[in-house]
């Protein structure tokens, strides 16, 4: 055994409690990037250290782009004294942060401390590796992971919460002049825009007529999936954590990038971990093409197999070829994108994102690679799209967006209902034996659909039915693609409607 080296761990929440509390666009940055300035006010006084995750470097700390760049577990090789000023560090940041948010919202330095403290979460612990040092680093993740999932599923609150300090901060008006806007820009027109996301269409030097998506905001949340396989791919391979550490890095540099060309704005960044706010289109892309560029961009920074090419976003500034990492296991990204009206709720459109993350990661199975996005209306009325990314048929999905934004909103309305009142036939049509389906779903859309077909592109139509089928192949269920196809195509509709109903 190894006696004589230790790692500490540590852990911040409870960030999703008090995220799903705020109400603002501007309230629900702030709650993210909160928690992300604390860990780094912490962890900078351990950079020197060897951390196992994530990689801490001092260009991490000094950026100052307003994105949360620090994500909420940190596993490092700790040395004598290590946990003690660990302690100390922890007491000295709330008391500052305590004394900026009750300068901000006029209350007790005190009071509000002692909310923080019943509020607030940070586990952290010291540790010998439990197995021999050959095998230490391999089983410290998988080790200490377990010990935070244990940590972060107890949970404690204020016994007497007159109000919530911490998200009366977030929403207060002095928020633009607080300590936590001075720490995350160097320039403060980034955090302002925030508010104007949903119409950042306008900003194009184009002519652009109100449409019902100018009233939406996307939410899109993302994770890697499988990610221990890949980690003990690496360490099979005698290579280091952070290798991946170093591959993610890149990811994220090129995320930003991407993001910013597509008018949205990177929130929080932590690895895999992304959180944005979009607007639904901007210019000639909506956001199918944003999640693209960002799977893309995932898919070659990871994965070594994968080279970049002509029709990268970045062009040339883009970083996915420079300083490969060799991923034999490469993993894949499950995205949760939920679509609401600009004035619901912040908090509880970022929960939904959340929740459709996580089915986007159960949904598949082990294979998991999952889209799960859920348009929300105004009206109440919602729609929901899901689809596995590896589907051979996911790429039809995209060329169907492109192929029909601008188009009639009456004649894909009309489409759309007949293809739901048909769900039967056209199931009966998919699950016949010994014929040619391919056929036969052309003739029923021919023969059904004479009258109006000079309203619908032909080629438009044919892209429909290889779609049904394509989704029906990849999903062996018929229904599914039915429903896969509705739901693809009222987002479509949504997107190409003038006024929200």
């Not at 629900?28 to 801490?56: D, G, H, M, Q, T």
């Amino acid at each position: 055994m190894n006696e004589k080296v230790q790692y500490i761990g540590i852990t911040f929440g409870p960030i999703t409690r008090v995220t799903g509390s705020v109400k603002s666009t501007k309230a629900l940055w702030a709650s993210s990037f909160f928690f992300s300035y604390l860990a780094r006010e912490i962890i900078k006084n351990f950079k020197k250290r060897e951390f196992i995750y994530p990689l801490v470097n001092d260009e991490l700390i000094d950026r100052r782009d307003g994105i949360g760049n620090f994500p909420d577990r940190y596993i490092f090789k700790s040395e004598p004294g290590d946990f003690n000023n660990l302690e100390e560090y922890i007491e000295e940041v709330i008391d500052k942060v305590s004394e900026g948010i009750a300068s901000n919202i006029k209350e007790s330095s005190e009071d509000v401390k002692v909310f923080l403290k019943n509020y607030i979460k940070i586990y952290a612990f010291e540790k010998k590796p439990s197995q021999p040092k050959e095998n230490e680093i391999m089983n410290i993740p998988k080790e200490f992971n377990k010990l935070f999932d244990l940590l972060e599923a107890q949970d404690y609150y204020n016994y007497e919460e007159k109000e919530n300090y911490l998200v009366r901060f977030f929403e207060d008006k002095k928020l633009y002049n607080s300590f936590l806007t001075d720490a995350a820009f160097n320039d403060k027109t980034y955090f302002t825009a925030l508010d104007n996301i949903a119409n950042a269409e306008y900003s194009l030097n184009t002519i652009v007529k109100p449409m019902a998506y100018h009233n939406y905001i996307v939410i899109i949340k993302s994770d890697g999936d499988n990610m221990t396989n890949t980690i003990k791919s690496l360490l099979d391979e005698g290579k280091s954590v952070q290798e991946l550490s170093k591959a993610l890095s890149e990811f994220g540099k090129n995320v930003s990038k991407i993001v910013e060309q597509y008018g949205a704005r990177l929130i929080f960044l932590g690895g895999d971990d992304v959180l944005i706010f979009a607007p639904v289109k901007y210019g000639t892309m909506t956001f199918f093409d944003l999640i693209q560029n960002i799977n893309l961009c995932f898919d070659r920074c990871l994965n070594s197999q994968i080279e970049c090419t002509d029709k990268c976003i970045l062009a040339d500034k883009c970083l996915c070829n420079s300083k490969k990492t060799e991923l034999s296991s490469a993993p894949t990204l499950s995205l949760g994108v939920a679509i609401a009206y600009y004035k619901h709720p912040m908090g509880e459109t970022l929960m939904m994102a959340d929740e459709l993350l996580t089915v986007a990661k159960k949904i598949f199975g082990p294979s998991k690679n999952g889209l799960v996005c859920q348009l929300q209306k105004h009206s109440g009325q919602t729609s929901i799209f899901s689809m596995n990314k590896g589907w051979n048929s996911y790429p039809k999905a995209l060329s169907l967006v492109k192929m029909f934004i601008g188009g009639s909103e009456k004649t894909l309305s009309s489409l759309t209902h007949w293809i739901t009142r048909n769900e039967q036939l056209l199931c009966l049509i998919l699950k016949e034996e010994n014929t040619n389906a391919n056929s036969r779903i052309k003739a029923y859309f021919d023969n059904s659909l004479d009258e109006d077909i000079h309203l619908i592109k032909s080629d438009f139509l044919t892209a429909i039915q290889e779609f049904i089928l394509s989704v029906y192949e990849d999903s062996q269920n018929a229904q599914t693609a039915i429903e896969i196809t509705v739901s693809l195509l009222r987002i479509i509709h949504f997107i190409n409607t003038k006024n929200d109903d």
